[in-house]
């Protein structure tokens, strides 16, 4: 039943990378669900934006620094990485201060594109 | 319609799992079904059986597990994130099962929606 079913499954990441767990964790579905066979996009809103970003250092505050995974998601063909130029401007940001190529859209078209999902989840 | 539930927050602190718990309800009255209700984050917090609130306010765990009896929801708790957490099989409620993450996704692609409820 499950198999061989391919729906189109977004991520909304909107929570800074550390503070709380949401990150860290959300990338777990995101590659189970890769593993899956599934069409996943990643969108990175408000302060998840910051989960890309470049240097992220964590050893002070002793946790462990996941951010090499995102650039690990391209062999796991999660390839749809979609930031949100609004959240990105706001936090005097630009897609040179990010780890991974990404589309930067606008709000209007990203919630187009969140119009077009099968499942949508939010963390 | 067939519904799969996230829940991502824990007990108590936040209103989430009461919503989530409101909205299984109200949508097995209206004759809908509820495939799973998967517990990621926090939310696996919801499935100690150690739990003990106040006389007088709400069991929100023996809420989830009478759910689960009275009308077969699967409950499913992550876990890695359980783990995380320590939640295991030995004090887990009734109605409670320890999986993995395949089983939200799975939810995701058999259900018509999934509803997440969180922050």
Known sequence: MTEGTSKKFMFVNRTAPHGTVYALESLEVVLITAAFDQDVSLVFIDDGVWQLKKGQQTKGIETKNFSPTYRALEGYDVEKLYVERESLAARGLTEDDLLVDVNVLSSSELGTLMGEQDVVLSF | ?119
């Open chain 2, 1 to 119: 319609m067939k519904f799969g539930i996230l829940v991502n927050e824990g007990p108590y602190q936040h209103q989430a799992s009461d919503s989530a718990y409101l909205f299984c309800k109200a949508a097995l009255a209206k004759g809908h079904e509820v495939h799973r209700v998967f517990f990621y984050h926090d939310g696996v917090n919801n499935s100690t059986r150690l739990t003990e609130p106040p006389q007088d306010d709400r069991n929100i765990v023996a809420r989830w597990s009478k759910l689960a009896a009275d009308h077969g929801v699967d409950l499913v708790v992550c876990v890695a994130a359980a783990l995380r957490r320590g939640i295991k099989d030995e004090n887990l409620a009734p109605g409670f099962r320890i999986s993995g993450l395949g089983q939200l996704v799975e939810t995701g692609i058999q259900s018509d929606r999934l509803v997440v409820f969180g922050d």
